[in-house]
T-cell receptor, first 115, second 114 residues
Framework: DVKVTQSSRYLVKRTGEKVFLECVQD?????MFWYRQDPGLGLRLIYF???????EKGDIPEGYSVSREKKERFSLILESASTNQTSMYLC??????????????FGEGSRLTVL | AQSVTQPDIHITVSEGASLELRCNYS??????LFWYVQSPGQGLQLLLK??????LVQGIKGFEAEFKRSQSSFNLRKPSVHWSDAAEYFC????????????FGTGTKLQVIP
């Protein structure tokens, strides 16, 4: 069964802390994504990566960075967490090229609270 | 730019009743269309998808959706709702013919009452 695993389901951090959210997929997918989910706003794309060491900004990249050193792993980094980054973070992956239909495979999410 | 509208933020239905969740999109051509479901505290799971062909598509858990080009709609339906269907449902679109960004609707939260 295909799987996207997010390392932390729940995190509580303090303002100004550096936060790492890790995501690993075992489907050999080229594309990986980080979304933020807030009530009434749906899912908003923060960053995505279509290959190792490649990254592209999504709709709301401010305050975030990403790292993709290996194909299966995509990390989201909050350099200095702020209270307005309290949210649910969802990682997803997909195929690329002609096999890509846009279908996304999601992890279970990481709920981050910044105090 | 493409957009997706789910006009109902919250819907309550009785167990056993029928369900229809609305989704409208704005895009120049026919996109690929998806419905995802999110159970509380979980990630999103694909319910069904439409790429081309038959405009009525079947998905998992007894759900179906109908693509209506003239109305730019892709409404999700289920003839008889079960309590376990309580969740949030997201419609999503992707331009066909090449990968571009997935656009999600804002979601519809379904409550099922006994």
């Amino acid at each position: 069964d295909v799987k996207v695993t997010q390392s932390s389901r729940y995190l509580v951090k303090r303002t100004g802390e550096k936060v790492f959210l890790e995501c690993v997929q075992d489907m050999d997918h080229e594309n990986m994504f980080w979304y933020r989910q807030d009530p009434g706003l749906g899912l908003r794309l923060i960053y995505f990566s279509y290959d190792v060491k490649m990254k592209e900004k999504g709709d709301i990249p401010e305050g975030y960075s990403v790292s993709r050193e290996k194909k299966e792993r995509f990390s989201l980094i909050l350099e200095s967490a702020s209270t307005n980054q309290t949210s649910m973070y969802l990682c997803a992956s997909s195929l690329s090229g002609r096999a890509n239909t846009g279908e996304l495979f999601f992890g279970e999410g990481s709920r981050l609270t910044v105090l | 730019a493409q957009s997706v509208t789910q006009p109902d933020i919250h819907i309550t239905v009785s167990e056993g009743a029928s369900l229809e969740l609305r989704c409208n999109y704005s895009y120049g051509a026919t996109p690929y269309l998806f419905w995802y479901v999110q159970s509380p505290g979980q990630g999103l799971q694909l319910l069904l998808k439409y790429f081309s062909g038959d405009t009525l598509v079947q998905g998992i858990k007894g759900f179906e959706a109908e693509f209506k080009r003239s109305q730019s709609s892709f409404n999700l339906r289920k003839p008889s709702v079960h309590w376990s269907d309580a969740a949030e449902y997201f419609c999503a679109v992707v331009p066909s013919g090449g990968y571009q960004k997935v656009t999600f609707g804002t979601g519809t939260k379904l409550q099922v009452i006994p």
